[in-house]
């Protein structure tokens, strides 16, 4: 009898950890996870943070973190941890250091295809390997870029991490979808984005969360010419934001999450002034 009992015991323990890791990973068994909801600021002239959402790739990968869409990592706030929206972070430190003023009140969702992305000049995405992309959206991205549309992809595993989704050749395919020809150049420290208010003056400065590969930083520029505008730029093999979202909780060293915000406040600083 006592030997069936801790057999039992054994069971309900493995039966107990296999449902959170299910819920972790695939929460309601089918591979959609769910779509959290968005309230967005009324536009009103002032910078208010703008998210891309997209439909995610790869099954319940897809859906990986708190069955959570990969375009929302950093989005919904997990109470359990007393995290922050990465961008509502973001916006606080912008306010305090820059005369830019932005919305701290909410932040913004829109797909590349929403007439209303264009009041917004910088636009953010993340986990750019499980992005998939409609020919709609795929002509509003083309339209954004040529407006004079910034865009950050963040968030971003290095190829061969599980966490990947389809990698860096998912990420390139789309860019080339909607701006053909573009090329992804390295970027380096040297560059204006990168002194466009704080001084950056190497990227060995960039900390790392749980990337295990160094971080590195690509771009397209307009005719594909260093010289000319700098359309989008790509945080590949790390994630940025962890850091914003997680500053406040003591998840994350201060004088790391500082060298983060440094970088953020320079992407919009460029964003807003070319």
Known sequence: MKIRRLATTALLTFAVATA??????NPFGD???YEPPSKNVAYDGRFTFARIKYTPCCGYMGFYYRGLPAWAHGYVPDPRRGNAQAEANLMKIMDEVTYLHPHTDGSNVYTFDDPALMHYPVAYMVEPGFWTMTDKEAKGLN???????????????HDGDPRAGEGWANMEANIQRAIPGAQLLPLNPSMVVYDSFFKIPSFDIIPQAYDREKPEFFGVFEDNDTKKRLMVVVNYSTDISDFWEFSATGFRPIDESNEAYKLGVNYIMYGMTH
Request: glycine share 16%; net charge positive.
């Open 20 to 25: 959170a890791f299910a819920q972790r990973f």
């Open 31 to 33: 591979g959609t996870g």
């Open 143 to 157: 339209a954004y870029l040529k407006k004079g549309g910034f865009l950050i992809l963040d968030d971003f595993r």
